[in-house]
């Protein structure tokens, strides 16, 4: 009876026996193993990169169907662009103020 035979999505060999992994390039080649692999990459990004408060607060003001929550968000959105005009607005007289 053939053992299972799994390609190395890496160099392409194809890998015969229960090893997990790549006879040529010793990467991983068990499915069960690269998607543990992968949600452990996506579980350690996450938590060096945890979405900030403010990300939190939209996203779940976001998924609201309450109106005034969505007025709220519309006006959050308006808000902050605004704040961003009057931004560029302050660095472009700053810098176009001599001296
Ligand atoms: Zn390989």
């Not at 992994?21 to 350690?44: F, S």
């Not at 408060?53 to 005034?68: C, Q, T, Y």
Request: proline share 5%; glycine share 4%; with cysteine.
């Amino acid at each position: 009876m053939d053992s299972v035979s799994r390609k190395c999505q890496h160099c392409g060999t194809w890998n015969t026996g229960d090893s997990s992994h790549c006879i040529t390039c010793q990467q991983l080649i068990d499915p069960i193993a690269i998607r543990q692999q992968e949600d452990e990459v996506r579980r350690i990004q996450r938590e060096n990169n945890p979405p900030g408060w403010l990300d939190k607060v939209i996203n779940r003001l976001k998924a609201s169907r309450n109106p005034f929550v969505q007025v709220f968000v519309m006006m959050l959105r308006a808000a902050w662009f605004v704040y961003w005009v009057i931004l560029s607005f302050i660095i472009w007289l700053v810098a176009a103020t001599p001296g």
